[in-house]
């Protein structure tokens, strides 16, 4: 399996942008589907956005239009860019490839 290390969580206020970033331990260039998961504080892990090999994206409704999902398959890395924040998209954010999980990174929005 391939390991996952998210980075770029933090806290910011309402409005404001945050870009995470996934670094894998090897490549991520047979990897079909890359996905950015959260999980706020007494919820279930949600599905937050994913992208395809060949650059096809998808996004739950709750963030179409504010966050972009991407992927560099030459440095083995998933970026997720997050504007216009709410104090909702509170949570730790996790990447995902098949069965492989990072440890996460917490995301706080204030408001």
């Known amino acids: 399996q391939v390991q996952l290390v998210e980075s770029g969580g933090g806290l910011v206020q309402a409005g404001g942008s945050l870009r995470l970033s996934c670094a894998a331990s090897?490549?991520?260039?047979?990897?079909?589907?890359m996905a950015w998961y959260r999980q706020a504080p007494g919820k279930q892990r949600e599905l937050v956005a994913g992208i395809t090999r060949g650059g096809i994206t998808s996004y739950a409704d709750s963030v179409k239009g504010r966050f972009t999902i991407s992927r560099d398959n030459a440095k083995n890395a998933v970026y997720l860019q997050m504007n216009s924040l709410k104090p909702e998209d509170t949570a730790v954010y996790y990447c995902n490839t098949q069965a492989s999980w990072g440890n996460g990174t917490l995301v706080t929005v204030s408001s």
């Open positions: 090897g490549s991520i260039v047979s990897r079909n589907v």
